[in-house]
């Protein structure tokens, strides 16, 4: 059973720092390309960072330069280093896993809420 959970998400003042983790089981973890994304209220989905089996990244350029994405292929999670918050940061954050080919899947956690406020 695949299963992806999200945890790291909280209450955090403007300037701050929080790392999200995602914990995957049930599928072949260093061969999906695993992506960050946020909903905030009243917003649609939105694509945050990527970062591939060959650990290529890719940022949305609202989080250039503030946020990094890694990935632990040994203990199958995906992290997200979230630095220099700001107010527009606050959502709810979703791990997706996706593959292609013989890897084919798609996969979403149920999400973390990320709130910055002073």
């Known amino acids: 059973q695949v299963q992806l959970v999200e945890s790291g998400g909280g209450l955090v003042q403007p300037g701050g720092s929080l790392r999200l983790s995602c914990a995957a089981s049930g599928f072949t973890f260093s061969r999906y390309s695993m992506s960050w994304y946020r909903q905030a209220p009243g917003k649609e989905r939105e694509l945050v960072a990527t970062?591939?089996?060959?650990?290529?990244?890719n940022y949305a350029d609202s989080v250039k330069g503030r946020f990094t994405i890694s990935r632990d292929n040994a203990e199958n999670t995906v992290y997200l280093q979230m630095n220099s918050l700001k107010p527009e940061d606050t959502a709810v954050y979703y791990c997706?896993?996706?593959?292609?080919?013989?890897?084919?899947?798609?996969?979403w956690g149920k999400g973390t809420l990320v709130t910055v406020s002073s």
């Open positions: 970062i591939t089996s060959a650990r290529i990244t």
């Open positions: 997706r896993a996706w593959g292609i080919g013989i890897w084919a899947g798609d996969y």
